[in-house]
Nanobody
Framework: QVQVAESGGGSVRAGGSLRLSCAAS????????LAWFRQAPGKEREFVAA????????WYTDSVQDRFTISRDNAKNTVYLEMNNLSLEDSAVYYC???????????????????WGQGTLVTVSS
């Protein structure tokens, strides 16, 4: 069973920064790749970033590469998403979940493994 809790969302001006936190159960943190997804109003949920439980390898969607950094604190069973140079297009509800890759027509994508929580809202204004 995947157990996570997201926090850290808020309102920020374009160009600003936020750090999201995902607190996980010890089992989830130590056995699952954890990922951030986001869903903007009227849009489908999309993958943002992931970090491997095994070796800390990271993956990012192209639109956040070089602006967002996913990391993990093993002592706190917590995954972070540091978001810099935020743009209006980053406004969304952000969700943390255990994740795995799935085959798609384009090659592969990411899919959440557990139930989706409430997420944390990020609002970027001009």
């Amino acid at each position: 069973q995947v157990q996570v809790a997201e926090s850290g969302g808020g309102s920020v001006r374009a160009g600003g920064s936020l750090r999201l936190s995902c607190a996980a159960s010890e089992h989830t943190f130590s056995t699952k790749t954890l990922a951030w997804f986001r869903q903007a109003p009227g849009k489908e949920r999309e993958f943002v970033a992931a970090i491997s439980w095994r070796d800390g390898r990271t993956w990012y969607t192209d639109s956040v590469q070089d602006r967002f950094t996913i990391s993990r604190d093993n002592a706190k069973n917590t995954v972070y998403l540091e978001m810099n140079n935020l743009s209006l297009e980053d406004s969304a509800v952000y969700y943390c979940n255990a994740a795995q890759t799935v085959a798609t027509a384009e090659g592969y994508g990411w899919s959440g493994l557990g139930a989706w929580g409430q997420g944390t809202l990020v609002t970027v204004s001009s």
